[in-house]
């Protein structure tokens, strides 16, 4: 039914969805409290999460990508820019989320990082 290049990006998805979901609720669990004790902890999980989700997507569509001056920029990994960048500005109006421009940082950091491993197309 579905083939594993859009299981893999969409179930990452879900889980990023649900992760958002419980610190928009303040519904914090035991990963929430095993990261943020972490020094770095919670910038770690944004640059790990939003890059896999963006390697998961460039895999999914195939590692389409688009030539803008010098550089090619891989399509999954502008949506989930984008995607980071909606979410991390939409805290401004959560009053249990706090919007913090480091985090949106990390998010980049991951996508590029990420973005940085090639697959088979």
């Given at each position: 039914?579905?083939?594993?290049?859009?299981?893999?990006?969409?179930?990452?998805?879900?889980?990023?969805?649900?992760?958002?979901?419980?610190?928009?609720?303040?519904?914090?669990?035991?990963?929430?409290?095993?990261?943020?004790?972490?020094?770095?902890?919670?910038?770690?999980?944004?640059?790990?999460?939003?890059g896999m989700m963006a390697l998961l997507l460039n895999y999914g569509l195939k590692f389409k990508s688009f030539?803008?001056?010098?550089?090619?920029?891989?399509?999954?990994?502008?949506?989930?820019?984008?995607?980071?960048?909606?979410?991390?500005?939409?805290?401004?109006?959560?009053?249990?989320?706090?919007?913090?421009?480091?985090?949106?940082?990390a998010d980049f950091i991951g996508i590029v990082f990420f973005s940085l491993i090639k697959g088979e197309r």
């Open positions: 039914m579905f083939s594993l290049r859009v299981w893999l990006p969409l179930s990452f998805f879900i889980f990023i969805s649900w992760i958002i979901f419980l610190a928009d609720s303040a519904n914090y669990n035991f990963a929430f409290y095993v990261v943020g004790g972490i020094p770095y902890g919670d910038k770690m999980a944004h640059a790990l999460l939003y030539s803008f001056k010098w550089q090619r920029i891989q399509l999954g990994s502008i949506l989930i820019f984008l995607f980071a960048a909606i979410e991390e500005f939409s805290q401004y109006f959560i009053a249990s989320r706090t919007f913090d421009l480091y985090d949106l940082l």
